[in-house]
């Protein structure tokens, strides 16, 4: 690479390969790695290598997986969970693995820090010595990433060196009865393999170094398979063997006791010093690398918007701003705790965002979407699901009060990103999740047998253009929010040629304005000759298997020329077995959160239209809007003979449906006086319909207004079956 190279210049090895060893090979395994194998013993000690490789491995299969089905940008883990889990997801994990990759910096310096100080003088703040060499990584960095990317290259020639001479020195100093004395275990205090495994697990988190610098790579899909892979086999070779070489040249005391027990091994101990300064370095600078790009790239989605100028790019495309932002919290680290202390912290954020990366994985490898074609073949569900089941069930083991903290901060903020609505404008595999469940439950729902008991309002409301008709809408939604469901409709009279744009603009006016006014509801929108054909093609074609409308609500017509039209509407929707609800309202609608005052009452003529008049009205009394309001199911009778006996069959027949109402039979030689007399202080009124018979349209308007007269909202039903009050 030239020196003059900026973003998307980094090669496999260069970019990915390199950052991945030396942020693995750092820190842990030079001062922490022989106190891990003296207290968990060499037996337990490579059971934990190898269960931690476990874990970054299937997590590096799902990496790789995602990695090659999108086209990777910068943020490394949290752009790859927030194209696929979402924003909410992908905001909560990014600003927790940020802040893990920003104390890892902390955690590094500590390390070098504890190293130089065996040289300095007694006395030395080890406080300032690492304040001092978190400033001398962040001016490396803010220097620019392709200068210390080639620093890197020294680095791990020096790291290389380093260890030929522990491995030289072990080799000369290995005794088998010493590995034998050491093969077992040797907690001492407090230690278990758990608070061990918690110690060594962030020697491993280094697999996301290279994808952290996704936005730098030449080529992200290829890159970040091929140099994880390859950093993960060759680092667990390198921590394997170095557990049976310490555990055989050194004892068990030394082990435990000593932090440069790896020092004293080496052939040449000035080379593990040089190693230990070059890893810790590396590992800090690897780690102030990816931890800004992680920041810059959430800054850059809006998902915080309080993050937003932290998204700005300096000329060179350096996130300086954000390399500030990193430094600041690794001094915080370093100035509040110490190295043991921190690792665990870090092992919980690192498992969290490995455990969300197989989560993804996992996801979009069951919902079959057709968008998702990794070219890296060599992940599937099965080991997506068991690296996510492995990270959360070494969360619990390690401190299981951690991993409730954790998971619990993810919560929080997941719940505020879903409060706040975030606006992205990338895809998820949430909708593909939803497509999948809900296919699977249409294909169920269509094999079951139906039964009464499961009849629900799917109700189509033909509620005109731009909602013209709200009072269609408020009533639509009183009866289905809480067990149904609203589909609006609307008919552009025309052909297709000429009305097809205007087909997709009204169903962008519908979905905003559902959105707008927060209803649960559809648009149904269909371009017809005329009105009648598209209320008749809406009616058998909309819903999908059984999910079908099953209630058509329309408004009533004032006029005797619409009357003609309307009712051959009624008599071709009746031979289509369907439930029709004429809606005639002479006020307007103060919206769905507004509910007039007065009861609910049901004239009942029958049980032909009564049962769903009925259920109709305890629907509208279940939303919240109505609640505390009182159904009334009333009678007209001719003669005070027939007042108890009816009386008595009404009380009957709510006490069978399981409605709380009151009964009340009116005596009355002429029913539409006695219907608006009673019922001219109630807040709706159900009446039912007869379909008029051909060439009586003008007589049954003149007969509907004669009963309705001027009660301001009447709903007028005609049921087309399909359910039963008592069941």
Same mark, same amino acid.
């Given at each position: 690479?030239?020196?003059?190279?900026?973003?998307?210049?980094?090669?496999?090895?260069?970019?990915?390969?390199?950052?991945?060893?030396?942020?693995?090979?750092?820190?842990?395994?030079?001062?922490?790695?022989?106190?891990?194998?003296?207290?968990?013993?060499?037996?337990?000690?490579?059971?934990?290598?190898?269960?931690?490789?476990?874990?970054?491995?299937?997590?590096?299969?799902?990496?790789?997986?995602?990695?090659?089905?999108?086209?990777?940008?910068?943020?490394?883990?949290?752009?790859?969970?927030?194209?696929?889990?979402?924003?909410?997801?992908?905001?909560?994990?990014?600003?927790?693995?940020?802040?893990?990759?920003?104390?890892?910096?902390?955690?590094?310096?500590?390390?070098?820090?504890?190293?130089?100080?065996?040289?300095?003088?007694?006395?030395?703040?080890?406080?300032?010595?690492?304040?001092?060499?978190?400033?001398?990584?962040?001016?490396?960095?803010?220097?620019?990433?392709?200068?210390?990317?080639?620093?890197?290259?020294?680095?791990?020639?020096?790291?290389?060196?380093?260890?030929?001479?522990?491995?030289?020195?072990?080799?000369?100093?290995?005794?088998?009865?010493?590995?034998?004395?050491?093969?077992?275990?040797?907690? $001492?205090?407090?230690?278990?393999?758990?608070?061990?495994?918690?110690?060594?697990?962030?020697?491993?988190?280094?697999?996301?170094?290279?994808?952290?610098?996704?936005?730098?790579?030449?080529?992200?899909?290829?890159?970040?398979?091929?140099?994880?892979?390859?950093?993960?086999?060759?680092?667990?070779?390198?921590?394997?063997?170095?557990?049976?070489?310490?555990?055989?040249?050194?004892?068990?005391?030394?082990?435990?006791?000593?932090?440069?027990?790896?020092?004293?091994?080496?052939?040449?101990?000035?080379?593990?010093?040089?190693?230990?300064?070059?890893?810790?370095?590396?590992?800090?600078?690897?780690?102030?690398?990816?931890?800004?790009?992680?920041?810059?790239?959430?800054?850059?989605?809006?998902?915080?918007?309080?993050?937003?100028?932290?998204?700005?790019?300096?000329?060179?495309? $350096?996130?300086?701003?954000?390399?500030?932002?990193?430094?600041?919290?690794?001094?915080?680290?370093?100035?509040?705790?110490?190295?043991?202390?921190?690792?665990?912290?870090?092992?919980?954020?690192?498992?969290?965002?490995?455990?969300?990366?197989?989560?993804?994985?996992?996801?979009?490898?069951?919902?079959?979407?057709?968008?998702?074609?990794?070219?890296?073949?060599?992940?599937?569900?099965?080991?997506?699901?068991?690296?996510?089941?492995?990270?959360?069930?070494?969360?619990?083991?390690?401190?299981?009060?951690?991993?409730?903290?954790?998971?619990?901060?993810?919560?929080?903020?997941?719940?505020?990103?879903?409060?706040?609505?975030?606006?992205?404008?990338?895809?998820?595999?949430?909708?593909?999740?939803?497509?999948?469940?809900?296919?699977?439950?249409?294909?169920?729902?269509?094999?079951?047998?139906?039964?009464?008991?499961?009849?629900?309002?799917?109700?189509?409301?033909?509620?005109?253009?731009?909602?013209?008709?709200?009072?269609?809408?408020?009533?639509?939604?009183?009866?289905?929010?809480?067990?149904?469901?609203?589909?609006?409709?609307?008919?552009?009279?025309?052909?297709?040629?000429?009305?097809?744009?205007?087909?997709?603009?009204?169903?962008?006016?519908?979905?905003?304005?559902?959105?707008?006014?927060?209803?649960?509801?559809?648009?149904?929108?269909?371009?017809?000759?005329?009105?009648?054909?598209?209320?008749?093609?809406?009616?058998?074609?909309?819903?999908?298997?059984?999910?079908?409308?099953?209630?058509?609500?329309?408004?009533?017509?004032?006029?005797?020329?619409?009357?003609?039209?309307?009712?051959?509407?009624?008599?071709?929707?009746?031979?289509?077995?369907?439930?029709?609800?004429?809606?005639?309202?002479?006020?307007?609608?103060?919206?769905?959160?507004?509910?007039?005052?007065?009861?609910?009452?049901?004239?009942?003529?029958?049980?032909?239209?009564?049962?769903?008049?009925?259920?109709?009205?305890?629907?509208?009394?279940?939303?919240?809007?109505?609640?505390?309001?009182?159904?009334?199911?009333?009678?007209?009778?001719?003669?005070?003979?027939?007042?108890?006996?009816?009386?008595?069959?009404?009380?009957?027949?709510?006490?069978?449906?399981?409605?709380?109402?009151?009964?009340?039979?009116?005596?009355?030689?002429?029913?539409?006086?006695?219907?608006?007399?009673?019922?001219?202080?109630?807040?709706?009124?159900?009446?039912?319909?007869?379909?008029?018979?051909?060439?009586?349209?003008?007589?049954?308007?003149?007969?509907?207004?004669?009963?309705?007269?001027?009660?301001?909202?009447?709903?007028?039903?005609?049921?087309?079956?399909?359910?039963?009050?008592?069941?």
């Amino acid at each position: 690479m030239k020196g003059g190279e900026k973003g998307n210049s980094f090669s496999t090895f260069g970019g990915v390969f390199t950052p991945c060893v030396l942020t693995i090979l750092g820190v842990i395994m030079f001062l922490r790695f022989g106190f891990v194998v003296g207290q968990a013993g060499v037996f337990a000690a490579l059971v934990i290598v190898l269960a931690s490789n476990a874990i970054t491995t299937l997590t590096s299969l799902s990496l790789s997986a995602i990695a090659t089905n999108t086209r990777v940008e910068g943020g490394g883990a949290y752009f790859l969970i927030s194209r696929s889990l979402g924003p909410e997801f992908g905001g909560a994990i990014g600003l927790v693995f940020f802040a893990a990759q920003a104390l890892s910096v902390a955690m590094y310096v500590i390390g070098f820090s504890e190293a130089l100080l065996v040289l300095l003088p007694e006395g030395t703040s080890p406080i300032l010595v690492a304040s001092l060499t978190n400033l001398m990584v962040t001016v490396c960095v803010w220097v620019g990433a392709s200068w210390a990317i080639k620093i890197q290259f020294v680095i791990l020639a020096s790291v290389v060196i380093s260890l030929l001479s522990f491995f030289g020195g072990a080799a000369g100093n290995f005794d088998m009865q010493n590995l034998a004395s050491n093969w077992g275990t040797g907690f $001492e205090g407090t230690e278990s393999f758990w608070t061990v495994f918690a110690l060594f697990f962030p020697a491993v988190t280094g697999i996301m170094a290279g994808a952290n610098m996704s936005g730098d790579l030449r080529d992200p899909a290829r890159s970040i398979p091929i140099g994880t892979l390859s950093a993960v086999v060759v680092t667990m070779l390198i921590y394997a063997s170095m557990a049976v070489c310490l555990g055989g040249s050194a004892s068990r005391e030394d082990l435990i006791g000593s932090n440069m027990v790896v020092s004293n091994v080496a052939m040449f101990p000035l080379l593990i010093t040089l190693g230990v300064f070059a890893a810790t370095l590396s590992s800090a600078l690897g780690s102030m690398m990816g931890a800004p790009r992680i920041l810059q790239s959430l800054a850059r989605d809006r998902v915080f918007l309080q993050l937003v100028p932290l998204g700005v790019s300096s000329d060179d495309g $350096e996130p300086r701003r954000a390399i500030l932002v990193t430094a600041l919290i690794a001094q915080t680290g370093i100035m509040a705790a110490d190295l043991d202390s921190i690792a665990p912290l870090i092992t919980m954020a690192f498992l969290l965002t490995y455990g969300l990366l197989n989560l993804a994985t996992f996801y979009e490898s069951i919902t079959n979407n057709p968008s998702y074609r990794p070219q890296f073949r060599y992940s599937n569900w099965v080991t997506a699901l068991a690296g996510a089941i492995g990270c959360g069930l070494v969360m619990l083991l390690i401190d299981w009060r951690w991993a409730i903290v954790a998971s619990g901060l993810v919560a929080a903020l997941h719940s505020y990103l879903t409060r706040a609505d975030v606006n992205a404008d990338w895809g998820d595999l949430g909708s593909g999740l939803l497509f999948e469940r809900t296919r699977r439950n249409l294909l169920k729902l269509e094999d079951s047998l139906y039964h009464p008991k499961n009849w629900r309002p799917f109700i189509l409301a033909f509620s005109g253009s731009g909602f013209s008709r709200p009072h269609l809408v408020v009533f639509g939604s009183w009866l289905s929010r809480e067990t149904g469901v609203l589909a609006l409709a609307q008919v552009i009279p025309g052909g297709l040629d000429d009305q097809s744009e205007r087909l997709a603009s009204q169903e962008s006016i519908l979905h905003a304005m559902i959105k707008e006014r927060r209803l649960a509801a559809f648009p149904a929108v269909v371009v017809a000759s005329d009105y009648t054909a598209g209320v008749q093609a809406l009616v058998q074609c909309q819903g999908l298997g059984r999910l079908r409308p099953n209630v058509v609500l329309m408004g009533c017509p004032l006029s005797a020329d619409r009357m003609h039209v309307f009712g051959g509407l009624l008599r071709n929707l009746e031979g289509l077995d369907r439930s029709v609800v004429v809606l005639r309202q002479i006020d307007e609608s103060e919206g769905e959160d507004v509910a007039p005052s007065g009861t609910v009452d049901v004239w009942w003529r029958g049980r032909a239209n009564g049962e769903l008049m009925v259920l109709l009205a305890h629907l509208m009394l279940s939303h919240p809007t109505w609640q505390g309001r009182q159904l009334r199911l009333l009678r007209v009778v001719q003669s005070d003979s027939a007042i108890d006996e009816v009386n008595s069959h009404l009380e009957g027949l709510l006490r069978e449906a399981r409605i709380v109402g009151q009964t009340k039979v009116v005596v009355s030689d002429n029913a539409a006086h006695a219907i608006q007399t009673t019922s001219r202080d109630a807040a709706f009124v159900y009446l039912g319909l007869a379909i008029p018979a051909e060439g009586e349209d003008t007589e049954f308007l003149m007969h509907l207004e004669e009963l309705v007269g001027d009660l301001p909202r009447v709903a007028l039903v005609r049921s087309g079956g399909g359910m039963k009050l008592e069941s």
